[in-house]
């Protein structure tokens, strides 16, 4: 599949930190997740696609604008929808005069048309009902889901959100991933997360970050894999483990490397990122 979001060898450093480490990606449409600890360098790279910062070296595209330039920098602004992980909401707005702020900073200038765009976006996140309530009185998914529809106004073709779902209650995420795969139906999303669960359930590519760099691209199925062979049950946790923990059946579930004659287990994509960023750490200290 052709992409739509080019990336090439990034780097930013802010004052001795290294943020971004000749990161280089794909975006192709629906959603790719982006997996890793915190410090990583994740809200870095959106914030260097959402063009809110400039990479010391490196370039990038987004739907075939480069924005080196201004008249590049523009377009892609104007292709983009951007959910930052504290959105910044003034609390005495209505959640229909905040989607109408950001709609005016996208330059709708046409009031009516505007207006229309507004609701359009509140109605695709069923927030149709409770245009006109203060955002302070609203619950943190419906907060969420303002945020959401903000960064949907003018139908972007490229939608950044970092970590969306954090805060939120078990019902208030799977609303909300049933709203994120609206969204990707048709266009590109990068979802930025601490939660593998968002990812195993949405996400048809995946993306594991460390350090500033890449060390994952492919799909959570490919993710998973990498743990094949090494996610073993014992009836104690196991000594040599990388990590374990008790189930709710009693047994320990174990990931590393097992011992020979162990019960292996079928890893998850929680399984595969584990492994992953130990087998980084293990290679950083060598």
Not at 48 to 70: E, I, M
Not at 74 to 103: I, K, M, N, T, W
Request: proline letters at 6%; a neutral charge.
């Amino acid at each position: 599949m052709t992409p739509t979001v080019s990336a090439s060898g990034l780097h930013l450093r802010y004052g001795g930190t290294r943020a971004l480490d000749d990161v280089s990606l794909r975006l192709t449409p629906g959603v790719t997740g982006l997996l890793g600890p915190n410090g990583a360098g994740k809200t870095t790279l959106l914030r260097v696609l959402a063009t809110a910062v400039p990479p010391d070296r490196g370039a990038f595209t987004v739907l075939g604008h480069d924005p080196a330039g201004s008249r590049g920098r523009q377009q892609v602004r104007r292709s983009l929808g951007y959910l930052p992980q504290s959105p910044g909401f003034h609390p005495d707005f209505s959640a229909f005069e905040f989607v109408d702020y950001v709609a005016i900073l996208k330059e709708l200038t046409d009031r009516t048309a505007r207006h229309r765009e507004v609701r359009r976006v509140l109605e695709e996140v069923d927030l149709g009902d409770v245009r006109a309530r203060r955002i302070k009185k609203l619950s943190g998914g419906m907060r969420q889901r303002v945020a959401l529809a903000a960064a949907l106004v003018g139908d972007p073709g490229f939608l950044v959100l970092d970590e969306p779902t954090v805060g939120l209650d078990p019902e208030q995420r799977m609303r909300f991933r049933e709203l994120i795969a609206q969204a990707g139906e048709g266009r590109t999303v990068l979802l930025s997360t601490h939660q593998t669960e968002d990812v195993a359930m949405l996400c048809h590519r995946v993306l594991v970050m460390a350090d500033g760099r890449i060390l994952f691209e492919g799909t959570p199925a490919e993710l998973a894999a990498r743990a094949a062979g090494r996610v073993w049950s014992s009836t104690e946790r196991a000594p040599g483990a990388k990590a374990g923990w008790r189930t709710g059946t009693g047994s320990f579930r174990n990931v590393g490397d097992p011992p020979a004659g162990a019960d292996l287990l079928e890893p998850t994509l929680e399984d595969g990122y584990l492994l992953t960023l130990d087998d980084r750490a293990t290679e950083v200290a060598a």
